[in-house]
């Protein structure tokens, strides 16, 4: 329930990849399941934004191979 007077803030939307929208889905649906979340009929909303993985030449700092 919300409070009287609550008004939602208005974020910008980006548009997703169908990748990144896959990913957001399984992050969530995952944290569901573990109890981390839960679901809410609140109509705000929440960011969610990726930030991308450095590549092995920056990663380890001397271009070196990483073996795993």
Excluded at 7 to 25: A, F, H, I, Q, T
Aim: hydrophobic share 35%; charged share 35%; aromatic share 12%.
């Amino acid at each position: 329930m919300s409070k009287k007077g609550f008004v939602p803030r208005k974020g910008k939307v980006y548009p997703l990849l169908r990748e990144e929208r896959e990913e957001v889905r399984e992050f969530i649906w995952e944290q569901l399941r573990k109890g981390y979340i839960q679901p809410s009929k609140s109509p705000q909303t929440a960011l969610v934004f990726f930030v991308g993985k450095k590549d092995e030449k920056e990663a380890n700092g001397a271009g070196l191979q990483v073996f795993q």
